[in-house]
C-alpha cells in the first residue's frame, strides 16, 4: 500500500493539471492563479520523485523538458502526408471549385473554409486518450518522431478528458507555430547575446522543434493548431464536424472554420481574413479550401502530390512605399555584415516599419539604392521587412521601375 494512498493522490493531480493546461492553453480562461498552479505541480513533482516506479511520460511534469539529447527516430507515416497545391488568385479558386463540381458528377458538396497557419506540419497519434507518438511531415512519406519535444507544448493534449468519446486509436493532424509574442522575445534575447535573428515564425517553430534538448523547446512557447482528423471510428463524415468533436476532446482547433455552400461565400472568407490575419496573435499566410465530406474526398483522389479535393490560396505580401533615408551595416556574431535601410517610418502589416534588410551587397547594387529613393517596401514571412523595388511617383502614386 502506498502511504496515504499517494499513488491515488498522483493520479488525481495529473488529472487536475491536464485539464488546468487545456482551460489556461486552449481555452484561455483560467479556473485558478499562477500560484495555485504551481503549488499544485511542486506536490506532483515531489510525489513523483518520492515514486519513480509511477513514472509516466504523458505526466505534466514532463513539459518542462529535460537535457539529455534525443536522436531523431525516421517513421514510415500510417497515412501519406501529401502537400496542397497552391493558388494566388481568385480565378484559380473558382476552377478548383468548378474541378470538384465535375468530380462529383454535379453532386451538392460543401467546402470548409479554414485558415493556413505558417508554421510546421506535424502527425500526432493516440490510443486510449493518450499521446504516443508525433512525427513531422518529412517527405510526405517518413517523418522526424519529436514526440520528446512535442509533448512540451502545452496547448497539446497528452490525454484527453476521461469519459470522452474518442476511437481507442486516431490521427489528428496539425501545425506547430510559434506566436508573434514568443518569435519576437525569441529574437530579442538572440539579438542581445549577439546571435542571428530567425527570419520569421516559421523558421523559429522549425528550428526549435528540431533541438536535441526539449528543455529549449520547453522554454521557447511553441504553439500548436490542430487540424484533420484520421483513422477508423471516428465521429462521422463531415470533416468540419469531426474537428468540432476534436475541440470537444482537448484539442486546439482554429474557431475561425465555416462552412461554404457557394464560391461567394468561399470568397467572402478570403476576403475577411486578408484583412483581419493581421490582428491574429499568429502567422498566417492564406487559407486552405477542403471538400467537407469525407466520401467525397476519397471519390476525388489524390494526385501523385496533392489531394484533389483540397487546396490552399496564398494571400500577397503586403507593400508600402517610404523614403530611403540611410543604409547601416551590421556585424553580426559569425563575422557575416548585412545592409539595413533606415526609413521614414510606414506602417505595414500592423506594425509601424522603420528599418529594411538589403540582404548582402549584390542586392544593393541590382537595386540601384540612392538616399531620398522612393522604395517599396514588402513584409512577407519576414520579420524584418525587405526593399523590392524603386518606385517613381506617377500622378501623386507609386509604381516600380521596369
Known amino acids: 500500500m502506498y502511504p496515504m494512498d499517494e499513488k491515488a493522490r498522483i493520479m488525481q493531480l495529473r488529472d487536475e493539471l491536464h485539464q488546468h493546461n487545456y482551460r489556461y492553453y486552449v481555452e484561455n480562461s483560467p479556473v485558478i492563479s499562477d500560484q495555485e498552479f504551481d503549488f499544485l505541480m511542486h506536490e506532483l513533482q515531489a510525489l513523483e520523485a518520492k515514486h519513480p516506479e509511477l513514472f509516466d511520460a504523458n505526466s505534466p511534469t514532463q513539459r518542462v523538458g529535460s537535457d539529455l539529447n534525443n536522436e531523431f527516430e525516421t517513421v514510415v507515416h500510417t497515412r501519406p502526408m501529401l502537400s496542397l497545391g497552391n493558388?494566388?488568385?481568385?480565378?484559380?479558386?473558382?476552377?478548383?471549385?468548378?474541378?470538384?463540381?465535375?468530380?462529383?458528377?454535379?453532386?451538392?458538396?460543401q467546402i470548409c473554409c479554414e485558415l493556413k497557419f505558417d508554421g510546421l506540419s506535424i502527425s500526432l497519434h493516440y490510443e486510449d486518450g493518450c499521446l504516443t507518438r508525433a512525427v513531422t511531415r518529412g517527405d510526405g512519406t517518413q517523418g522526424d518522431d519529436v514526440t520528446a519535444n512535442v509533448r512540451t507544448i502545452r496547448s497539446i493534449p497528452l490525454q484527453l478528458p476521461k469519459g470522452g468519446d474518442w476511437p481507442g486509436q486516431f490521427e489528428i493532424r496539425g501545425e506547430i507555430l510559434m506566436p508573434w509574442a514568443s518569435f519576437e522575445?525569441?529574437?530579442?534575447?538572440?539579438?542581445?547575446?549577439?546571435?542571428?535573428?530567425?527570419?520569421?515564425?516559421?523558421?523559429?517553430?522549425?528550428?526549435?522543434?528540431?533541438?536535441?534538448?526539449?528543455?529549449?523547446?520547453?522554454?521557447?512557447?511553441?504553439?500548436?493548431?490542430?487540424?484533420?482528423?484520421?483513422?477508423?471510428?471516428?465521429?462521422?463524415?463531415?470533416?468540419?464536424?469531426?474537428?468540432?468533436?476534436?475541440?470537444?476532446?482537448?484539442?486546439?482547433?482554429?474557431?475561425?472554420?465555416?462552412?461554404?455552400?457557394?464560391?461567394?461565400?468561399?470568397?467572402?472568407?478570403?476576403?475577411y481574413w486578408d484583412k483581419e490575419r493581421r490582428n491574429l496573435p499568429v502567422a498566417t499566410d492564406g487559407v486552405v479550401l477542403k471538400v467537407n465530406s469525407l466520401a467525397q474526398q476519397k471519390s476525388l483522389g489524390m494526385t501523385a502530390k496533392s489531394p484533389r479535393w483540397a487546396i490552399a490560396y496564398k494571400f500577397q505580401a503586403e507593400q508600402a512605399e517610404t523614403t530611403l533615408r540611410q543604409?547601416?551595416?551590421?556585424?553580426?556574431?559569425?563575422?557575416?555584415?548585412?545592409?539595413?535601410?533606415?526609413?521614414?517610418?510606414?506602417?505595414?502589416?500592423?506594425?509601424?516599419?522603420?528599418?529594411?534588410?538589403?540582404?548582402?551587397?549584390?542586392?544593393?547594387?541590382?537595386?540601384?539604392?540612392?538616399?531620398?529613393?522612393?522604395?517599396?517596401?514588402?513584409?512577407?514571412?519576414?520579420?524584418?521587412?525587405?526593399?523590392?523595388?524603386?518606385?517613381?511617383?506617377d500622378n501623386s502614386k507609386f509604381k516600380i521601375q521596369k
Open 87 to 109: 493558388t494566388y488568385n481568385r480565378q484559380e479558386v473558382a476552377d478548383f471549385w468548378k474541378r470538384v463540381s465535375d468530380g462529383l458528377m454535379g453532386a451538392p458538396f
Open 185 to 271: 522575445r525569441l529574437n530579442a534575447e538572440r539579438e542581445q547575446a549577439g546571435e542571428p535573428l530567425f527570419a520569421n515564425p516559421r523558421n523559429a517553430a522549425s528550428g526549435t522543434l528540431k533541438s536535441k534538448n526539449s528543455s529549449t523547446v520547453a522554454q521557447r512557447g511553441l504553439d500548436a493548431y490542430l487540424y484533420y482528423l484520421l483513422g477508423d471510428g471516428i465521429p462521422g463524415d463531415g470533416h468540419y464536424q469531426n474537428l468540432e468533436a476534436a475541440a470537444r476532446w482537448g484539442f486546439q482547433v482554429s474557431k475561425s472554420m465555416t462552412l461554404a455552400d457557394t464560391l461567394d461565400d468561399v470568397f467572402a472568407f478570403i476576403d
Open 327 to 393: 543604409v547601416v551595416f551590421q556585424v553580426g556574431r559569425t563575422g557575416a555584415v548585412t545592409p539595413v535601410a533606415n526609413m521614414d517610418p510606414v506602417q505595414l502589416a500592423g506594425t509601424q516599419v522603420r528599418r529594411a534588410t538589403l540582404h548582402n551587397a549584390d542586392v544593393m547594387a541590382s537595386l540601384d539604392l540612392h538616399y531620398g529613393d522612393h522604395v517599396l517596401v514588402e513584409k512577407g514571412g519576414e520579420i524584418i521587412p525587405k526593399i523590392v523595388g524603386k518606385a517613381e511617383a
